[in-house]
Nanobody
Framework: QVYLTDSGGGSVQSGGSLRLSCVVA?????????VGWFRQAPGKTRKEREA??????????SYADSVKGRFTISQDNAKNTVYLQMDSLQSEDTAMYYC??????????????????????WGQGTQVTVST
């Protein structure tokens, strides 16, 4: 079984910063993970969950255009943790943020990347609220 625990959300003013964390826990020693951060804005459905950033086991990253230059995804393999550093936050960033993961061994079925369909494991979400 695989468990994702995402945390670090909160309420900040416009221009502020937050750092989200996603701990990936598994009873099986997978060779590596593709981890992504997604967000679901108020009133949006799960299918409208928006990709924010992703990172593969080699450390390669991708970002949505809306967050490039403001958000940074990184990983600490020793802690099985992926971080999302969010700077210059804007009201449009208000959403529930979810981390998602897929082990390398499942790559034939789930490709990771900036696609919701690319992941087979999801965290419970952490709320980010940005006020003006």
């Amino acid at each position: 079984q695989v468990y994702l625990t995402d945390s670090g959300g909160g309420s900040v003013q416009s221009g502020g910063s937050l750092r989200l964390s996603c701990v990936v826990a598994s009873g099986y020693a997978y060779s590596g993970w593709y981890v992504g951060w997604f967000r679901q804005a108020p009133g949006k459905t799960r299918k409208e969950r928006e990709a924010v950033a992703c990172i593969d086991s080699a450390g390669r990253t991708s970002y949505a255009d809306s967050v490039k230059g403001r958000f940074t995804i990184s990983q600490d393999n020793a802690k099985n943790t992926v971080y999302l550093q969010m700077d210059s936050l804007q009201s449009e960033d208000t959403a529930m943020y979810y981390c998602a993961a897929v082990p390398n061994e499942d790559a034939a079925f789930y490709s990771g990347g900036l696609r919701r369909e690319g992941y087979n494991y999801w965290g419970q979400g952490t709320q980010v609220t940005v006020s003006t």
